[in-house]
């Protein structure tokens, strides 16, 4: 009987000797739960971190100013510039182009680093009657005796009127100096060459008549004599141009055309020779682009009117 009871207490289960392996094994499965979820986070952010995850929405909602601002210049946007730095700006932009190609025969050859100042007066008043309309002239019933040509006159304050599109409102100009002009313009009443006959101080008139110009010039090759490289708006509202000029002479003999290329107006500095044969010539070139490295630099300078809020002429060196 002794040993029975002995067996049954053997056989009982006592809760509290089992309690501590329980709570043993349910903290090893937490601390896997938990390593495993740290390991999973761990992955994720370096993968979303390399790119791998979230890639396309990222790219549109977190682009980088420099690469939005790649992207605006391929997209021809407007770029504002950080302070202190100048903008590049289209190389025709109608700020400027339109100036730019009136005045390109005159800044050519020329420095004119005093803007209209650096011009003549008959510099002037050419520029501004080639851009005179029909509208600018009044037809007269008087006729020039030595051709027979109708007289036209027109008011002295037009030419000022036509200047102020590309110089300063302030321009000014010697009316009495150009009595004598002869000027090709866009209209054409009895031919498109105007002669200026005479000038009445006291109405501020001149009378005018028109007729020939002249024949037409030969074969030639093609040539781009210059090339506008850069344009730029400045921090104080100025814009910047440059462009690579070259420069040349050229000599007919019967069927052969010969051209000397230099890189200054002087033409002091020749870089290159070309011959080509009359009979071909219009088939052939002449381009700055080929020798940008030895072409003069002409920099030109527009600024903002702040009375009109347009861009006028400021200046053009040669260098």
């Given amino acids: 009987m002794e040993k029975e009871v002995k067996k049954e207490e053997k056989e009982e289960i006592k809760p509290e000797e089992i309690k501590p392996e329980e709570n043993k094994t349910k903290f090893s499965t937490a601390a896997i739960i938990i390593l495993v979820l740290i390991i999973i ?5 370096i993968a979303y971190d390399k790119g791998y995850i979230f890639k396309e929405k990222d790219k549109k909602e977190q682009s980088t100013p420099v690469e939005k601002d790649n992207k605006d210049k ?12 100048a903008k590049e700006i289209d190389l025709d932009d109608s700020r400027f182009i339109g100036i730019y190609k009136k005045l ?20 002037l008043a050419t520029i501004a009657i080639k851009n005179f309309k029909e509208s600018d002239f009044e037809k007269t019933s008087d006729k020039d005796k030595e051709n027979g040509n109708t007289y036209y006159k027109f008011k002295g304050d037009t030419i000022v009127k036509h200047l102020k599109n590309y110089f300063k409102s ?12 002869f000027v090709a313009t866009n209209v054409n009443f009895d031919g498109s060459g105007m002669q200026i006959k005479s000038y ?23 040539i781009t004599a210059r ?58 070139k002449i381009d700055v682009s080929d020798y940008s490295d030895k072409a003069s630099t002409i920099t030109h ?8 809020g347009d861009y006028y002429f400021a200046s053009s060196v040669i260098k």
């Fill in 74 to 85: 391929k997209e021809n946007k407007t770029v504002e510039p950080t302070s202190g730095e």
């Fill in 227 to 284: 090339k506008i490289i850069s344009a730029e708006k400045k921090e104080d509202g100025s814009i910047k141009v440059v462009e690579k000029a070259i420069y040349y002479t050229s000599t007919t003999f019967n069927d052969d055309m010969y051209f000397n290329i230099y890189s200054d107006p002087s033409n002091n500095y020749n870089i290159d020779g070309k011959h080509f044969k009359v009979a071909n010539v219009t088939n052939e």
């Fill in 200 to 222: 009445d101080k006291e109405n501020d008139e001149y009378k005018v008549t028109f007729g020939g110009i002249g024949g037409t010039s030969g074969p030639s090759p093609k």
């Fill in 41 to 45: 986070g761990f992955a994720a952010y």
């Fill in 170 to 181: 302030d321009v000014t100009i010697n009316k009495e100096k150009i009595s004598d002009l």
């Fill in 104 to 123: 390109e025969k005159y800044t050519y050859s020329m420095n004119r680093e005093n803007g209209y100042k650096s011009f003549s007066d008959k510099d």
């Fill in 301 to 308: 300078i527009f600024k903002l009117d702040k009375e009109t």
